[in-house]
């Protein structure tokens, strides 16, 4: 049976397009006429071949893994971390997971998708239980590391093969990891910060510098990305780094940093927010102190309602847009040629991630990211529809709708 922890059925139901044709295969055919050269060309073409410009939103790549459902065995279990760092476990990945996995040819009996609420025991103990009941390939979100790792220890003495999703476990024993480019995720935020700092005319940044979990390998990627990004702006006196805070993924800790931070440094003026969802109390907290908008630049990752709405309100100046879609697809491929015993093709398997734990190099599929404001909301995530035109433009947001060109 299948289990999906989830909310916003609406949204999953309106994200999740029906299949509307085959993904064409591509593939290069040697001219040689040597036993070995057909051969190699016999076994290619037999072999499904998905890549990553294939994935779309209609899922429709998925269809041409169904051959690979007849040779494999066991089950695919979906292990999620927690439903409080970002709401896009339940509302997106669930769902789009369980209708890649559904449109890959298993039914309903081969596949799971759990989410371990924020516990470790819980994410152990639904491995644990999923491997028993028959798992093949596990597709694992670790809450962190340190549990990662003992699921991966423990599903390889079992013989179960593991993708790390989204995050990477370190000091792990995954097979791939399938992602969006981090470093280029927070180097987007950087980059729309500095954007943002110009065109809201903040002649002095005296700037806050966030980051997510130290517990999460992400955290530390997006923040590379975007420390590379301003540092020469802290070099030249352009900016000045005002305050430090310890890092987090939870909102009303995030808050409770911010807040320290800006009571000792009065004269802090924008700050830099690893997703929507820590930026989110931030941006209430500032209202509350009388902050205007279009005046305190605050960015954010991860396309949420709440983010979406600030952006178009003024009060944060854009998003990382990840299509959850994408990623979720290009998991459910690994596992399917995993679990039918094939090395999945480079067209899929577009990089490598060094796990900085142990120095190795580990097979990733590795996605690419999008900066939303106004200027594009509506032809990325509306278009997606990922977060719903009637959901998004409501109340006072009915009119910043129609200047960025929304429609419901």
Known sequence: MIRVARKGAAIASASLALCLAAAACSSSSSSSTSSSSTSSSSSSSSTPQVSVSSLNRTFSAMSTLRSLDATGKGNVAVILPDTVSSARYTEFDAPYLSQALALAGLSSTQFSVVNAQGSDATEFSDAQEAITKGASVLIMDPLDSGVGARIESYAKTHGVDVIDYDRLTLGGSREYYDSFNNVEVGTLIGKGFVSCVTSEHVSHPNVLVMKGAPTDNNATLFAQGY???????????????????????????????????????????????????????????????????????????????????????????????????????????????????????TSLVNGSTKDPQTGTMVPSVLLTPEWVTTANMNTTVIADQFVPAQQLCVGSYVAECKSAGISV
């Open 227 to 345: 420390d590379a990004v301003l540092a020469p702006y802290f070099a030249n006196k352009t900016y000045t780094s005002v305050g430090s805070a310890a890092g987090t993924w939870t909102p009303t800790v995030a808050e409770s940093e911010f807040q320290q931070q800006f009571t000792a440094h009065k004269n802090i003026n924008a700050v830099v927010t690893p997703n929507d969802e820590n930026a989110a109390p931030i941006i209430t907290y500032l209202q509350r102190e009388g902050v205007k908008a279009h005046t305190f630049p605050v960015t954010g990752q991860d396309a949420t309602l709440v983010g979406l709405q600030n952006i178009l309100s003024g009060y944060q100046c854009g998003t990382v847009y990840k299509p959850i879609y994408l990623e979720a697809q290009a998991a459910v491929a690994l596992a399917m040629y995993l679990r039918a015993g094939k090395k999945p093709p």
